[in-house]
Structure formats: C-alpha cells, structure tokens
C-alpha cells in the first residue's frame, strides 16, 4: 500500500519517546520531513541523532521546548514553517495521567486539562491556520475519554474533552479539505514511559490490567503509530471526525 506521503511535511508534538517517537520514526520511513517537539532538549537531541539515521532522504528537526504553554505552541509551529516550508500533517501527542497533589483539587484539574487537552487543542487551531486543503490532523487521546477505566477523574474528562473537540472541529475543517481524527490508545509499555515506571514500583498491577485486555498484553509504540500514520495519509481519506481505538478490545463501548 501507498500512503503516498512522501515529502510531506509533519508536525508532531511530544515524540522524544514511546508512541510519538514511533510515529516519527514512521513517517520518516515513508520519506516525510518531520519537527518534532521534546521538553526535555538531551532527551530530544538523543532523539533527534537517532531519527536522522532513519532516512537520509528525509529532513528531521527538533523544537525544543514545553508545548503545554501556548507560546512555545505558537513558536514551534513557526519553527515549523520554517524549517519545513509549511505543514501538511500535524500529530498531537502530549499528554499525561500521572497525577500530581490532590485529584479532587482546583489545581490539579486545571492542570491535567492544560496537558491533556489545552496543549493539543491550541496545536491544532496554530496548525491548521497554516494548512492548505487536503491536510490531516491526528490528535491522540485514549480510550479513557471514551468510558471510565479507573484513571484519574480530571484525566478522563480531558481526554473526553479532546474527543468531543475533534469531532467538532472535523465539521468546519472539512469546508477547508482538511480532515481531522483522533486515536484512542490502550495500555501502551515502552522505555521511561508511564506504565514502565508504576510496574516497577508495584509488579502486582500488570495482572491486574491485563485481565481486562483480551489480548493480554500491553500494545507496543508502533502499533499505536502505524493506525497514526494511515489516519494521517491520503489511504483514509475520507475518514475525518473519527476516533480509532487501538487497545487489544479493552474497550466495553461499541
């Protein structure tokens, strides 16, 4: 199959590791030129080194910086323009349950909105005023915006939030020929990353977890990529306003 997207020019947010990593690491092999965002700038230059060894065909950048705030949104996505000349796709990818304080608290709402929901919603406005018809937006989410799964209550509803927004967004994109999609992950292991980091303070969980995967297993970065990169070339072109779950049939919703 053909994604045709080579020479396109990508934007993703948060993929110094795990699934926005993969992502990257993808669009690269299918000849697309890619900035992408780390806030932490060894953990991106690591990165980075490594992503240019994917494709020497392929141009790949790094933006440095924390893209929950809406300057160094607004500042990447010139960074990007740029570098690449304009932006065809973007992939929004920040996002975090781990709770900080008190989950019932003020604070920890507002902050778990402005990481989870907040970050990827002013990426997506600064991007798609740069796109041309026939770009794509993939926003990753999780299948805790779909139904409860025991996560943290102000994560879910951010994640909910995010859902409800894209398809919103879907409607007035399409009179521009611009389309937009969310993706829904489950359970995803990798390197440094959330999961990695609560089994190894308690291994008892991953039994826990698995006994509602009837997969029974985590997913891996690249699984979660691979469904990305399709939403995000001309082989589902006319899927918009969709969410794509990617959890081993985790999921009780239909």
């Not at 990257?24 to 806030?39: C, I, N, P, Q, Y």
């Not at 409607?171 to 489950?186: H, L, Q």
């Not at 609560?198 to 009837?214: G, M, R, S």
Request: net charge neutral; aromatic share 6%.
């Amino acid at each position: 199959m053909n994604l045709e997207l080579r020479d396109k020019r990508v934007v993703i947010t948060g993929a110094a590791k795990g699934i926005g990593y993969a992502t990257a690491k993808l669009f690269l092999e299918e000849g697309a030129h890619v900035v992408f965002s780390a806030r932490k700038e060894g953990q991106g230059n690591e990165a980075l080194e490594e992503l240019k060894n994917v494709n020497r065909d392929s141009n790949v950048f790094l933006y440095s910086g924390d893209l929950t705030d809406k300057k160094e949104i607004t500042n990447c996505m010139s960074f990007a323009k740029e570098k690449l000349g304009g932006i065809d796709i973007l992939v929004t990818n920040i996002g975090s349950g781990k709770p900080e304080g008190d989950p019932s608290s003020k604070e920890e709402k507002e902050r778990m909105f402005t990481i989870n929901f907040e970050s990827a919603k002013k990426a997506v406005q600064e991007a798609g005023s740069l796109m041309e018809h026939n770009g794509s937006v993939v926003v990753v989410s999780s299948i805790a915006g779909r139904e409860p799964i025991g996560a943290p209550p102000a994560y879910e509803e951010a994640k909910k939030a995010l859902l409800d927004f894209v398809k919103g967004e879907s409607v007035s994109f399409a009179k521009r020929g611009i389309r937009i999609n969310s993706v829904a992950p489950g359970n995803v292991k990798f390197k440094d990353g959330r999961w990695e980091e609560i089994l190894k303070n308690d291994p008892t969980v991953e039994a826990k977890v698995l006994q509602k995967v009837p997969m029974q297993r985590f997913g891996e970065p690249k699984e979660i990529a691979s469904i990305i990169v399709f939403l995000a070339s001309s082989c589902s072109s006319f899927v918009t306003g969709a969410c794509w779950v990617v959890d081993g049939g985790q999921s009780k919703k239909i």
